[in-house]
């Protein structure tokens, strides 16, 4: 079993190298031969897909959650304005099922070709003391590069600057604790009208990548912020330098059905949702105005969604009702 999930890893692997390889999936460790910068500085990421992948095993598909972790990892590192050079994966399983195995690698593998990141490595554990029946666990490592006088690190963000929205596909990789508390399991195959399809493939829609998107645009930017856990209100201040806010118009980006849903059903407070969810928002740039012109001309589907303001009281994000 562990040699043959090995095997569809290794496989899924190979199609994501780099020249820079030495030793991929295989090896006691992966090797990277590190080169082309004048002053490189490594920039790391560590997340998981979290109980999102209880919707993946109640659905019996499991080849979407690999995107998931290694589109939010580089999402992550981005926000430095890196580039994503290897990823690693961590799969801990209660029972090893090298089919579900490959399914996951191969998702894993997809997202990294995107990027031109290369899977060099990780770990299948079988652990049926800790995890049972056929639940498992995903957590994805990425190791990215930026020249160090290209660090985007928000320092010089001032009052008055743009904050720009990029839409979410969907939850990403938040909040699905709440969901499943709110839908009954037999309800993930059910079609929704407000979706236009069954609620676990809205569910199980991958986590957007923005790499190629603002790659070629980060000499414009002042700060990244990815929407993840905390939503727009938790994750914002994180690039905010002292004595700043961020002011959104709500109603300035569309709020997609499925936060609507769950707000509904849950009787969820409005407050609790911008801190749970990206409530549409899975990434926000912030630029001086006449930089943010540029970027949402050459950002079709990019909006301003708020400005940077002065901090008053406690208070470092206001999402208001703005005509």
């Known amino acids: 079993m562990a040699a043959k999930a090995k095997e569809l890893i290794a496989k899924h692997a190979r199609s994501t190298s780099r020249p820079e390889v030495l030793s991929g999936v295989g090896f006691f460790g992966g090797l990277f031969e590190f080169k082309g910068y004048q002053h490189p500085v490594l920039v790391s990421s560590v997340d998981g897909v979290g109980t999102k992948l209880k919707i993946a095993s109640a659905l019996g598909r499991h080849n979407t959650v690999g995107i998931d972790i290694v589109n939010h990892c580089v999402n992550d590192i981005l926000t430095c304005g890196a580039e994503p050079l290897f990823f690693l994966d961590y799969i801990a399983m209660g029972k090893l099922l090298p089919e579900q195995v490959g399914a996951i690698a191969e998702g894993l593998a997809q997202a990294c070709r995107e990027v031109g990141c290369a899977l060099i490595g ?13 639940d498992y666990d995903l957590v994805g490592f990425v190791i990215g590069v930026v020249e160090k006088e290209k660090i985007i690190t928000g320092q010089s963000i001032a009052a008055g600057d743009s904050i720009i929205g990029l839409a979410s596909s969907g939850l990403h990789t938040n909040g699905y604790s709440l969901v499943r508390r709110l839908f009954k399991a037999e309800e993930f195959k059910k079609n929704f009208p407000e979706l236009g399809r069954p609620l676990g493939e809205e569910l199980l829609e991958p986590h957007r990548s923005y790499y190629h998107q603002l790659k070629p645009l980060l000499p414009l930017i002042k700060g990244l912020a990815h929407i993840t856990g905390g939503g727009l209100i938790g994750n914002v201040p994180r690039v905010l330098p002292p004595g700043l806010a961020a ?76 005509k």
Request: proline share 7%; aromatic share 6%.
């Open 122 to 134: 990780g770990e299948t554990a079988e652990m049926p003391g800790l995890y049972a029946g056929e």
């Open 247 to 322: 002011r959104f118009n709500a109603k300035s980006w569309p709020v997609p059905p499925i936060f609507s849903l769950i707000q509904q059903r849950g009787n969820v407070d409005r407050d609790e949702m911008y801190r749970v969810f990206n409530m549409g928002i899975g990434m926000v740039v912030i630029a001086s105005p006449q930089n943010a012109r540029q970027l949402t001309q050459k950002l079709p589907e990019a909006r301003v969604i708020g400005e940077v303001v002065k901090a008053v009281g406690k208070d470092n994000v206001v999402i208001a009702q703005l």
